[in-house]
């Protein structure tokens, strides 16, 4: 039985880090050599490794878990890893009244900038900034029995962790999507999205 020699190292198609994203790396990427890779994998993959050995540590995801009050979610979770959840216009309608001055904040500062990044149109909320808006956000998943549902899922009970919102303008999106052309970019206008991440106890 003998075994192959030594293989020449591939080349790494890729550079990192990208600090925001991809869209300018074609202006960077003569000046990235063999050195910059390697010093740049140096730093990503501890971090990567650290996030992924915390993701391997988590219980598997319960598929034979039952919520009666919400049944119809949770299987198409268990079944798919999705589950989408609707609210109603007039909570709809309170939230963004809610999410209105920091969407402003946000904008005021993609304004002033003369060339804002995609990433700066994007802010997390501390309770302490919008209380009303985490109440009336965890009230409404509670009702919809995303916490019940989510928990049921995770085996272990899950709460309202963070909220953000993102600003997304026509500027923002041409510089950040250039390619989408502009039309896409006049259909985007002005959007405001409230995203939120769920926790519990470690």
Known sequence: MSLP???????LPFALPAPDGLS??????????RCARMAALDAFLPAFHGR???????PEPDYEARCLRFEG?????????????KSDPQTRAELRALASPSAQSIEQGLAAHPCPRFRDGQKLL???EQPALYRQIGAMLERAGVFDVASAYARRLLRLKSIAIQVN??????????????????????????????SGPT
């Open 126 to 128: 501390e309770w302490s």
């Open 5 to 11: 020699g030594p293989r020449a190292e591939p080349p």
């Open 52 to 58: 992924y050995e915390k993701w391997l540590s988590q």
């Open 24 to 33: 300018g790396l074609s202006q960077t990427a003569n000046g990235i050599d």
């Open 169 to 198: 303008t026509a500027r923002t999106t041409k510089l950040r999507y250039g390619g989408i052309g502009r039309q896409a970019c006049r259909k985007s206008g002005r959007r405001t999205c409230i995203s939120t991440a769920l």
């Open 73 to 85: 979610p949770l299987r198409r979770l268990q079944e798919s890893g999705v589950a989408t959840f």
